[in-house]
């Protein structure tokens, strides 16, 4: 099991290169002392165009009287660039909110930033579904069906997989791992014996197992909210994720095709790995997984072989689709570019 050597997260604070960032003062109060003049000759003439100044949108924040301020932990790219500047030298710029970059052998974190930060983890879920479907020991020839309970009603997202469509644990398994098919999921936790409920209760059982204790399921799909975790507790179950020949041997396919028999018609379906990153050759990939639900952002998980070194990559509620595979190669950059020393010096400047 992955030792992590990182600091409680009590200990977790934001840092600038000024020290701990300051908490903002209330609006309308000024940084500077009070000075000893009246009230009445504080009062300033609102005009009329000030009254009727709207507010404005920015960081997809509304900004105005009554709006709420939070630091930007990233900034928009270009159309052209969607994936951000690649890693040219000095600091590391990652466009991830929760960010962990960890040493898979020695466990010592080479980059971090709020890694003890909980929050909604989307299809990430599906590694932890995986796990408890092998530990099971189920037979994955067995045919299973989709079912009407098997149908997204919380999110509402579409599926491929028609209703009475028939398939076998071992191509669910597949598809839940490669193209993150919630249907997929929905019915091996369902074909678990027991139910749902069991599989669940499995699932968290699993997790604290593996030292995961700032984690939580409530299904096997990741399309609920409440499916949460942090990226500490993600890089353990990257790292139990990698000790299943299957799971490394099915998330790593970059592409994954299907037969399926429907009402004696017979469809073919073309799934694509949701990482494209798969299907790089200049990437060794041993486990690898995608998420996102509007709560979650995009998120992507990965044990990966740089420069001769087993990492284990974590990137949490990403700014767009693609900024989170632009944030995986400039990690990769930059841990090519990087000397023992050079790791050792930004370790004494990161923020857990």
């Not at 009254?51 to 404005?56: E, F, M, T």
């Not at 980059?111 to 932890?128: D, E, F, V």
Request: glycine share 8%.
């Amino acid at each position: 099991m992955l030792s992590l050597a990182l600091p409680s997260a009590g200990l977790a604070r934001e840092t600038t290169k000024a020290g701990p960032v300051k908490t903002a003062l209330k609006a309308g109060v000024p940084a500077k002392a009070k000075s000893a003049k009246t009230s009445s000759q504080k009062k300033k003439k609102i005009t009329t165009a000030q009254k009727k100044k709207k507010p404005v949108l920015h960081g997809k924040r509304l900004v105005g009287k009554k709006a709420t301020f939070r630091k930007a932990s990233f900034r928009r790219t270009s159309l052209h660039d969607p994936m951000g500047e690649p890693y040219t030298g000095g600091e590391l710029r990652l466009r991830s909110n929760a960010v962990l970059v960890v040493d898979q052998h020695t466990g010592e974190p080479l980059y971090a930033k709020n890694a003890h930060l909980s929050a909604p983890i989307a299809s990430i879920t599906k590694l932890m579904t995986a796990m408890v479907v092998l530990d099971a020991g189920l037979p994955l020839n067995e045919e299973i069906t989709i079912e009407t309970e098997d149908v997204d009603r919380l999110k509402g997202t579409s599926s491929r997989l028609p209703l009475g469509s028939t398939l076998t644990r071992w191509d669910l398994l597949n598809l839940a791992l490669i193209a993150s098919e919630n249907r997929a999921a929905a019915a091996l936790s369902r074909a678990y014996p027991g139910g749902r409920e069991a599989f669940v209760a499995a699932m968290n059982r699993k997790a604290e197992q593996l030292g995961m204790y700032h984690t939580r399921f409530v299904d096997g799909t990741g399309l609920s909210s409440e499916n949460r975790s942090t990226a500490a507790d993600l890089a353990k179950l990257v790292d139990a994720a990698y000790r299943y020949p299957l799971i490394r041997r099915i998330s790593t396919t970059g592409s994954f095709d299907l037969i399926v028999p429907v009402q004696q018609q017979v469809r073919h379906l073309a799934y694509h790995n949701t990482n494209v990153l798969t299907r790089r050759a200049d990437w060794e990939i041993g486990v690898s997984k995608t998420g996102y639900i509007n709560e979650a952002g995009h998120c992507l998980v990965m044990q990966a072989q740089i420069s001769g070194r087993n990492v284990i990559i974590v990137l949490l509620d990403s700014w767009g689709k693609l900024s989170r595979i632009g944030d995986a190669n400039r990690i990769r950059q930059w841990l090519e570019h990087a000397d023992t020393g050079r790791l050792a010096s930004r370790m004494g400047k990161t923020s857990v």
